[in-house]
């Protein structure tokens, strides 16, 4: 979220569009009530599915899955046609009146240099154009055709509420309703908010369709304002925090770019990530990249890690392709893999294509199942005739079950959607033999070191020299571990402002990620969460209900990284002069001398308006950005594909050119390729989704959850179970190119065929919960039916629209 949940109180509209907030985040869900009761915000709710958050709308709009792309630029039509956008916001905040080179095109679908051989974009075009002192060159007339504002025009004319009516399947009324609802929060003195989670990001488009909803919250001006941004409702209790440590592979703690095979040069590989300001006084935040990247090496190889030997540069992995889930599935799946440690992840449940995911584990040697509870994962090996090509005697998967702790067994702390990390505390003992994952993880490397020191072995200095200064090494505690993550000075850092004064002694906790030096006297685990634990002990722990500004900021309780700032961008509030834009809802202003008010501002403290720094410091322009240069995978401005397995056999906007039918920048795997179905024989969009009820594929051993929702359902519409001759409550065979599965039915008013590009469309609705292990009645795991292909940027598979066929049984 740039914004924060208790903010969503704030906001003159809330869209709920790509989520279901009141069925998967009902606590937070209270804060859009609050909105409509207390400041009779409306809320909209654009859903294939009428949900439980459409019951409490104002107005709810049905449209294909899949087809948001076409929606929001539909939004991006009607608001630049309607002159509904924020001018003052606009022309200053965003790269609107920015050139582009000359060399940038698009036709047909496909933007300029793609490689069809590849599925890939050489991207070198998708740029500014630079003028001779290094910056960008502007045409503030916005009348230059190369201009954003121009391109971007150009681009979404196309998108007329006919188009949408033809692709996404809502009525042109119903869509001009919700247009008409957004474009009045253009004003100044009016908010929105998005919330959004699975309904947009499980796409092969996924990451498009947020950009094309960032853009509609640029031209509005909603973004760094109170009541407004982007906001991702995360969906673990700690995924935010998960994704800020980046287990992930391409990524270091902090968001930090890891460096690729050819990037073997330390300082062109700082260099690449600090870039030069695009404009004169502008900052660019990333120039501290080497200060945070110095930083964590030192926190993890300590004394080791010196200028000198550029802090260990050739101790990190450097990548030659990232290896997400849906890759390291494929390799296993090849073959290629021996082991898999699976901690705290259910991948046979979790992961699109059951018989994929199934045939690779009984390829591997070993597996260590490291979870509280026994999991299809874990018992992968009685194969329930699933893995066509694998017979259950034939699988020699040696599998070790390491029975953990849960999270209210230990202490440590929680990242929210708001990124405000909280500390929590112990509240049971772990039961049996449990362990927790930090002494299972710390067990494993103290052993496997100890092998590395007494045997030698390939590359074994990054693995020995690690630092491990614990108290106890076979069992870290979790305060250890956030003080290491939060960060402490090695040395006495000298106040930059007056060198004869000492800002930090050494040894202590520093107080934010401004004291970060690049020259190996601090360390810090992850920049972002530097100062959460401070020579003030651990603001995590703060439960402070103080609200100053009544805004819901609690700039006391926990800490939000980074520096604790509650609305990211908060720049952006005020008017160029830095008056907020609106009084009642401040975050903060300029006093005539600082940047000061109710939140952290997000900007240099004593940069003045008038010296015109662009409040998206993290970007070399500062400015947001409408036209996103070389950063997307499939194109620097959102455009409708298909899924992958598309109802309609074409895109309506490209029907000549196969090139553009689905995503052409994801990658799509040759053995995946041949595991697709049409619509000839798969006539119906499967669509999975979750209930309160349950949570994934725990609760169903839950003797109370399992009551409440005791086996596997399906949703179909009215009209289609007449067809069918589908009964409430009748057993349904519903199957995809992939597999099966048996499920009862409900007859639904809630899903509604839609008419799309001359065809019925029927959606069937498939909840995720259930599996063959726990306490709920056996079943059927719904990604037997779903396509192992995922979003070009993030890889997030595309569960949420494929094709099915139902049947009676
Ligand atoms: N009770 C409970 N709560 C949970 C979870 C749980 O398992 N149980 N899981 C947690 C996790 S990990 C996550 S990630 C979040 C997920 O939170 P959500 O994303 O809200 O959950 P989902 O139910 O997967 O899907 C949300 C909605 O997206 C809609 N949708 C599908 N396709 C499209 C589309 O193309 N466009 C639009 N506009 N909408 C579409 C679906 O109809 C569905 O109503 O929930 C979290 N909260
Ligand atoms: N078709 C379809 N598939 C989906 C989705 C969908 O919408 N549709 N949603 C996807 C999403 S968003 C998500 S997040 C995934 C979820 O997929 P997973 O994360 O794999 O599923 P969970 O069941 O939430 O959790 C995995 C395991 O973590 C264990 N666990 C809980 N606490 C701890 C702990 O403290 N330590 C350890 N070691 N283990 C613990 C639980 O017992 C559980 O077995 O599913 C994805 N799969
Ligand atoms: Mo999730």
């Known amino acids: ?74 939004v991006i039509n009607y608001l630049l046609d309607n002159d509904k956008i924020h001018h003052e916001y606009v022309r200053r905040y965003t790269n609107v009146s920015y050139l582009v080179r000359e060399d940038f095109a698009f036709e047909d679908g496909i933007f300029s240099g793609y490689d069809a051989a590849q599925r890939k974009y050489d991207r070198e075009s998708w740029d500014y154009e630079i003028g001779e002192d290094g910056f960008v060159i502007s045409d503030p007339t916005l009348t230059h055709p190369r201009s954003v504002y121009r391109l971007m025009k150009q681009h979404y004319a196309r998108y007329t509420p006919a188009l949408v009516k033809d692709v996404c399947g809502t009525s042109e009324e119903d869509f001009i309703t919700v247009c008409e609802a957004i474009a009045a929060t253009a004003t100044p003195d009016k908010t929105m908010t998005i919330l959004y989670a699975l309904g947009w990001t499980q796409h092969t488009t996924g990451s498009q369709t947020i950009r094309a909803m960032a853009m509609i919250q640029l031209l509005l001006g ?137 045939e690779g584990l009984a390829k591997l040697k070993f597996m260590v199942v490291v979870d509280p509870l026994v999991t299809e994962t874990s018992e992968f090996w009685a194969n329930y005739g699933v893995y066509n090509n694998v017979e259950p005697s034939g699988i020699e998967t040696e599998v070790f079950r390491l029975p953990s702790t849960c999270f209210v067994e230990e202490n440590g702390s929680f990242t929210n959607s708001s990124r405000v990390l909280q500390w929590h505390w112990k509240a049971a003992d772990p039961p049996g033999e449990a362990k927790s994952d930090l002494q299972i993880i710390a067990g494993i490397f103290y052993r496997l070191r100890r092998l590395y020191e007494q045997e030698g072995g390939t590359f074994a200095d990054p693995v020995t020299n690690l630092t491990w200064d614990y108290g ?73 209900t103080a609200d100053p500004s009544g805004l819901g900021f609690y700039p006391q309780w926990g800490f939000a990284w980074p520096a604790n700032r509650r609305v990211l961008y908060n720049r952006a509030n005020c008017d160029t002069a830095g008056k907020p834009w609106d009084a009642t809802r401040q975050t903060i202003a300029w006093n005539g001398t600082r940047w000061a008010g109710n939140d952290v501002p997000d900007m240099r403290p004593d940069a003045a308006p008038e010296l015109d720094v662009g409040p998206f410091i993290m970007l070399p322009d500062g400015v947001g950005h409408l036209f996103a240069l070389k950063g997307m995978a499939e194109g620097p401005l959102p455009e409708h594909y ?40 798969f006539p119906y969009v499967g669509t999975t989704y979750r209930v309160t009820e349950h949570q994934h594929f725990w ?111």
């Not at 980046?246 to 690449?272: C, H, K, V």
């Not at 260990?312 to 440690?341: A, C, S, T």
């Not at 050119?657 to 595991?675: I, M, V």
């Open 642 to 681: 298909e899924p992958f397995e598309t109802p309609l056999g074409i895109n309506p906007l490209h029907p000549e050119n196969p090139l553009a039918t689905s995503n052409p920048g994801a990658r799509l795997f040759e053995y995946d390729a041949k595991q697709l179905g049409s619509a000839e024989d």
């Open 1 to 74: 979220m740039t914004n924060h949940w208790v903010d969503i109180k704030n906001a003159d509209l809330v869209l709920v569009m790509g989520g279901n907030a009141a069925e998967a985040h009902p606590c937070g869900f209270k804060w859009v009530i609050e909105a409509q009761t207390r400041r009779k915000a409306k809320l909209v709710v654009v859903d294939p599915r009428f949900t439980r958050s459409a019951a409490v709308s104002d107005f709810y709009a049905p449209l294909r899955s899949g087809s948001d792309i076409a929606f929001l630029g539909g």
């Open 472 to 544: 106890q090494p076979l069992a870290p505690s979790p305060e250890e571990l956030a003080k290491e993550f939060s960060g402490r000075a090695l040395a006495d850092l000298p106040d930059p402002k007056d060198p004869t004064k000492i800002l930090v002694k050494a040894g202590d906790q520093l107080a934010g990620f401004a004291q970060l030096r690049d020259d190996g006297t601090t360390a810090s685990g992850n920049w972002l969460y530097c100062g959460s634990w401070s020579q003030d002990g651990n603001l995590m722990a703060r439960r402070d």
């Open 222 to 358: 909603n973004m760094g304002r109170v009541g407004g941004g982007i906001n991702a409702l995360r969906g673990h209790a700690n995924v935010q925090g998960i994704t800020d440590m980046n287990l992930i592979t391409n990524m270091l703690p902090g968001y930090l770019r890891l460096a690729s095979d050819g990037e073997q040069d330390w300082q062109a590989y700082l260099d690449a990530r600090s870039p030069k300001p695009l404009r004169p006084n502008q900052m660019s935040f990333w120039q501290n990249f080497p200060k945070f990247r110095v930083s964590l090496a030192k926190a993890l190889y300590g004394g080791a890690a010196t200028a000198e030997n550029n802090f260990r540069y050739d101790w990190f992995p450097k990548l030659d392709k990232p290896y997400d889930v849906l890759q390291m599935f494929e390799n296993m799946h090849q073959g290629k893999m021996n082991g898999f440690i699976c901690q705290g992840f259910n991948p046979l449940a979790a992961v699109p294509c059951v018989q994929k995911v199934g």
């Open 699 to 809: 609760t169903k051993n839950v003797r109370s959850s399992a009551v409440l929702q005791p086996s596997q359902f399906v949703e179909v519409d009215e009209e289609l179970a007449a067809e069918k001759g589908i009964a409430a409550g009748d057993l349904v065979k519903v199957t995809s190119k992939r597999g099966r599965i048996l499920a009862v039915a409900v007859v639904t008013k809630r899903l509604r065929p839609l008419d799309v590009h001359g065809r019925r469309v029927h959606t069937v609705g498939i909840p995720i919960h259930w599996g063959f292990v726990g306490v709920a009645k056996p079943g059927f795991l719904a990604n037997r039916l779903t396509p192992f292909v995922g979003d070009a940027n993030s890889q997030t598979p595309e569960f949420k629209a494929f094709l099915v066929n139902v049947e009676k049984v």
